[in-house]
């Protein structure tokens, strides 16, 4: 049973920065970061191909994010800059063995989240 376990959320002022974890990623997937807020869709963060090559973000987060992975640590990390009170979510990290990083059901496991909390 593949378990994914994020790290690293918290309560940060607007502008902060905030770096998240998943460990016991796989080294052999695509893995991604998505966040929910409640009475929200989940919304795709940022995808990363199984070697690191290949990167994809959401618009939204794009020039603030940044998403990178050590496959000898079997972790995934996201760092997040400039927070806005906008990014407000939990904070979810998936492994795909698809090809359409940016769908949620192309992910095969899930992690249960890390809650990230911007203030204004």
């Known amino acids: 049973q593949v378990q994914l376990v994020e790290s690293g959320g918290g309560l940060v002022q607007a502008g902060g920065s905030l770096r998240l974890s998943c460990a016991r990623s796989l080294s052999t997937y695509a893995m991604g970061w998505f966040r929910q807020t409640p009475g929200k869709e989940r919304e795709f963060v940022a995808a990363i191909s199984y070697d690191g090559s290949s990167t994809s973000y959401a618009d939204s987060v794009k020039d603030r994010f940044t998403i990178s992975r050590d496959n000898a640590k079997n972790t995934l990390y996201l760092q997040m800059n400039s927070l806005k009170p906008e990014d407000t979510a939990v904070y979810l990290c998936?492994?795909?063995?698809?090809?359409?990083?940016?769908?949620?059901?192309?992910?095969?496991?899930w992690g249960r989240g890390t809650q990230v909390t911007v203030s204004s």
């Open positions: 998936a492994a795909s063995g698809g090809l359409n990083w940016r769908y949620g059901e192309e992910y095969d496991y």
